[in-house]
């Protein structure tokens, strides 16, 4: 770590020298102007003012990658936060039909993604998403309410034999992904551009990292309601031979879980310690259901088993995210004075 000597140049003016190499970098100027942000803990970071203006691009050369590899480079790029990225081959080339079509199955997949030049040898697509248009709160709010619905739409179409309705919760999975990576790309710009954690909804960059694993917690809980869509469609009759009152409890339990999830997230976002024990005390009360409900079971046909056993496992995992939220929020909520911690 270096250090700078801070100096007196008037009455109430204090001043520090900025490291040459860094200045070398960042081509900052005599004359020009620098951002200045005064974070949590008595921190001040200093920006270009070409952080904040310049768009930021990248180059894909795609003459050496295959389709699945061009679509996943993209995605990383947009992740990174790139505003414009360009796919090409070397001079003489042109791109494969398929790594053009993984471009646009990257566009559909990518909130804000659009083509905006085409050739046959390069491909360039932009990104429109605004930080200030969103924050990071409401989206993983958005996030957790889209998996809920999923898992409901799930277990709904099992109890009814509906194979349309767990056709819609399926459908949903995309838009759960595409927020899902719509948060990655904000996290990982506000953490580069400290500025703009005040324009996604917080007060410091602190909770970013906390944001980023909640994040994909939530999508994991998609994935499981996914799961529960597709053993609908899979199964004989898109329902499992158990009675009523077992249905009844599975759905119950389903219930209890959605209320775990919203509690997690809400914990995290309110920075509030005391829903974060509420997740964890809710929890408690309906570990065991699983093993309950699958020990009351009368015999049934092994493949009926195994798709309620694996209903059941989905749900509680689907709970375990929930609790590893709360224990994400704890950490948020803890590091600030409260009724619970005093920090000196």
């Not at 798709?307 to 375990?320: I, P």
Request: charged share 30%; aromatic share 4%; with cysteine.
């Amino acid at each position: 770590m270096e250090t700078r000597k801070v100096q007196r140049l008037g009455p109430s003016t204090l001043a520090m020298t900025l490291p040459a190499e860094w200045a070398g970098e960042q081509d900052v100027e005599k004359g020009d102007e620098v951002s200045l942000r005064m974070g949590s803990k008595g921190t001040l970071t200093v920006m270009p003012e070409s952080v904040q203006t310049e768009e930021s691009e990248a180059v894909i050369h795609a003459q050496h990658l295959d389709a699945d590899a061009v679509e996943r480079a993209i995605v990383a790029q947009y992740v990174l936060g790139r505003r414009i990225i360009h796919v090409e081959v070397e001079s003489g080339g042109t791109l494969g039909s398929d790594q053009i079509n993984a471009v646009y199955n990257a566009e559909t997949q990518l909130m804000g993604l659009g083509v905006v030049e085409e050739t046959p040898e390069r491909i360039t697509i932009r990104c429109s998403v605004d930080p200030e248009d969103f924050e990071l709160d409401n989206l993983l709010g958005r996030l957790e309410s889209t998996g809920s619905t999923m898992r409901n739409e799930a277990v709904k179409a099992l109890a009814h034999g509906n194979p349309d309705l767990a056709e819609r919760a399926l459908n949903r999975e995309r838009q759960a992904n595409k927020i899902f990576v719509l948060l990655l790309r904000l996290t990982f710009t506000a953490y580069q551009n400290p500025n703009l954690a005040r324009a996604v909804g917080l007060d410091s960059g602190f909770p970013l990292i906390g944001y980023r694993s909640i994040a994909k917690n939530l999508e994991l809980t998609a994935d499981n309601a996914e799961d529960v869509a597709e053993i609908v469609l899979e199964t004989e009759g898109h329902t499992i031979d158990v009675d009523d009152p077992t249905m009844r409890r599975v759905r119950e339990f389903t219930d209890v879980v959605d209320e775990i999830t919203e509690l997690g997230v809400r914990a995290a976002v309110e920075r509030d310690y005391g829903l974060a024990i509420e997740t964890r005390e809710t929890f408690a009360e309906v570990s065991d259901r699983e093993a309950e409900i699958l020990g009351d079971l009368e015999e049934l046909p092994t493949g009926d088993l195994l798709s309620v056993r694996e209903v059941l496992v989905s749900l509680g995992q689907t709970a375990q995210y929930a609790v590893r939220n709360a224990e994400i929020a704890t950490n948020l909520a803890l590091n600030v004075d409260s009724e619970h911690v005093s920090i000196r």
